[in-house]
């Protein structure tokens, strides 16, 4: 049991007791330092408190955890759209197309000559965009559909723009939806390169041809097992000179058509990855291949190739439910999409993998198999948004393709067996400054946790600024708080009315106390009225708080060192010195308390002696000390 003092004008420190001269200060030590203001005074200068400000989330989704020094334009996720400074509106409205005769799994979508072109199953259907209908069957194939191109052929000699769609069995082709012709080749993957039909075979063998009416010529083999090979595209290489590309499960294969065989790229060497390289297109100048829910941007060079790594996967990711694996990626004029299929998730929990140069081992990697909401999402220089969100989980997103058919420029895409399209803008970007822009009923945004990079610290949430624009009071901006990393969600406002409300902390409580906590994130919930070109926009959202610091008392006391009495005040002045060079904490109290509450670990940080001389070691020593840490205790 440590000491206790039972008296008047004493102390202990260090287990050593002394008297004192008069009484004992005890003060805060932990109190802030206040703010440095540079400028213009403005409402963030107040030295009592603080504000996070969020009107920018340009930088997209994919951070939960928020540090304030790089991520302050970022989200957690969401699916309103973000590219827009101080505006967060409503997604696009996407338009769900009218159920085909043929329910099955939808495999391509196709633009040709003006119309969409849809592999319903085996029953291809060709949309009616005025009726709203897909019609009737114009073609049965043998297989499902695996990949589609259009380009010029020449049968007879002559240039004929033609619509080929490979199934893996045969190669079905059209020049318009009622003249269709067969060729039985078993080709799983097409593309057009150098006025010729390329196409590859399920154990990778590469043909070409320009007439599908008198069959194809072998060239290149994928050195390796059937189903490698997940897609074909055509792209620059280093030397600047256009190349078909396969993109298998284990990387990025170059074609020279010289040597009539495929080369290594510096993506060549990848793990097997079941998905890897399915839907992987080139946008920009760059090739971006897919694995899994992972995308790589491989960026072809005379003077070096560079690859990196920009995918929804990369930082936090994407949460739990919406993560999946990416089916197809298409270019836009501004975006990059993706079509993430969360129905099967990974696809299998163990999957065997090979080294990319052969066939000679075999390994086991577990995967993440859970099913979940399929996404579409979009990405620029900025960062990744998300487009559209399936309204259920375990529907899965086939396809996607984007095409100016009928007149508008679309992204098309199939999910839970029926056809979806939403119109891209192709000039004025800014939603807002179209006034025939047409949005969905409703979106959400998360903020990421922000602990303000003090995550044991307790803050106090003060009051919280929420500006809106809402055309009429049927568009609202509703905002949700949750706390200490706990998702459960405790409504703040909804805005009904264009301007800037201010609400208290504690949210419904008689007074403003405020709302303790140590890290704070917001939901952010965007609704409309009937009228689908209105919407409501977030502004500005704004919370004002203060830093809470862990409460750190400091001792004051001036000590009487004996007397006259020389030994006796030796051993207090060395006792004194002795807990100032003490490496460790010493304890001091003033107090008799079995609680031990009063009981505390400090450190000496000033000794301040008035002493006699000569002989005489009679004085008094002023000591300051302070808790560099809380007491257990306490």
Not at 373 to 383: K, R
Not at 409 to 427: G, I
């Amino acid at each position: 049991m440590p000491g206790r003092v039972t008296e008047e004008n004493q102390i202990r420190i260090n287990d050593v007791l002394f008297k004192t001269s008069g009484k004992v200060r005890e003060f805060l030590a932990s109190t802030p330092p206040g703010k440095l203001t540079l400028g213009d005074y403005s409402d963030a200068s107040n030295p009592f408190a603080s504000e996070w400000s969020f009107d920018d989330a340009r930088g997209g989704i994919g951070i939960e955890i928020l540090d304030p020094r790089k991520d302050l334009d970022r989200v957690w996720y969401g699916t309103t759209q973000l590219r827009y400074k101080g505006r967060i509106v409503l997604p696009r409205l996407a338009v769900k197309t009218t159920a085909a005769s043929t329910v099955d799994d939808i495999d391509i979508i196709q633009g040709f000559k003006n119309e969409i072109y849809g592999c319903h199953g085996t029953e291809i259907h060709v949309y009616d965009n005025s009726g709203d209908s897909w019609g009737a069957s114009v073609r049965t194939l043998l297989s499902n559909a695996t990949s589609a191109a259009v380009g010029i052929l020449y049968p007879s000699g002559v240039a004929t723009e033609t619509l080929v769609i490979a199934t893996g069995s045969e190669v079905d082709y059209a020049t318009d939806s009622s003249t269709w012709a067969r060729n039985t080749t078993n080709i799983k993957w097409v593309v057009f390169w150098h006025d010729l039909l390329w196409g590859m075979d399920d154990a990778g063998q590469l043909y070409f041809t320009d007439d599908l009416s008198t069959g194809w010529t072998p060239d290149a083999l994928l050195q390796f097992p059937s189903g490698y090979a997940n897609g074909l595209l055509v792209a620059r290489g280093a030397d600047n000179v256009e190349h078909i590309y396969c993109t298998a499960t284990v990387g990025l294969f170059i074609h020279d058509d010289v040597a009539k065989r495929f080369h290594e790229t510096e993506m060549s060497e990848l793990p097997f990855h079941p998905q890897g390289g399915l839907g992987s297109t080139k946008w920009r100048g760059n090739i971006y291949y897919a694995a899994g829910n992972a995308v790589y941007r491989f960026q072809p060079r005379s003077t070096g190739t560079v690859v990196d790594t920009v995918g929804p996967d990369r930082e936090y990711g994407l949460p739990q439910a919406k993560r999946g694996v990416i089916r197809k990626m298409v270019p836009t004029h501004n975006d990059l999409i993706a079509f993430l299929d969360a129905s099967v998730a990974a696809g299998i929990s163990k999957l065997s993998t090979r080294v990319t140069r052969g066939v000679r081992f075999h390994h086991g990697v577990t995967m993440h198999a859970e099913t979940g909401f399929s996404v579409i999402v979009a990405w620029n220089e900025d960062g990744w948004e998300v487009k559209w969100e399936s309204g259920a989980s375990a529907q899965a997103i086939t396809t996607g393709h984007v095409s100016n058919a009928y007149n508008e420029n679309r992204l098309w895409w199939a999910a839970d067996k029926r056809v979806y399209y939403m119109t891209l803008p192709v000039d004025v970007v800014n939603p807002l400054q179209v006034p025939t822009t047409t949005y969905e009923s409703t979106g959400t945004l998360e903020t990421p946790w922000n602990d303000f990079q003090t995550r044991n610290a307790t803050k106090l949430a003060l009051r919280f600024l929420l500006e809106t624009v809402n055309p009429t009071s049927s568009e609202t901006v509703k905002v949700e708080y949750a706390t200490d990393y706990v998702e459960s969600y405790t409504e703040i406002k909804t805005n009904t009315v264009t301007g800037e409300t201010e609400t208290t902390f504690p949210i419904g409580g008689a007074n403003p106390i405020g709302l303790a906590f140590r890290a704070i994130k917001f939901r952010v919930t965007l609704d409309r009225g009937s009228t689908n070109t209105n919407t409501p926009q977030l502004i500005k959202m704004t919370l004002v708080w203060r830093q809470r610091n862990r409460e750190l008392y400091g001792i004051q006391a001036d000590l009487v060192l004996g007397d006259d009495l020389e030994p006796e005040a030796i051993a207090q002045i060395a006792n004194v010195k002795a807990s100032v060079l003490n490496d460790e904490l010493v304890e001091v109290t003033y107090r008799d308390d079995d609680s031990e509450l009063q009981n505390y670990y400090m450190e000496v940080i000033n000794y301040d002696a008035f002493l006699e001389t000569g002989h005489n070691y009679a004085g008094t020593v002023r000591v300051v000390m302070v808790e560099p840490q809380q007491t257990a205790s306490r």
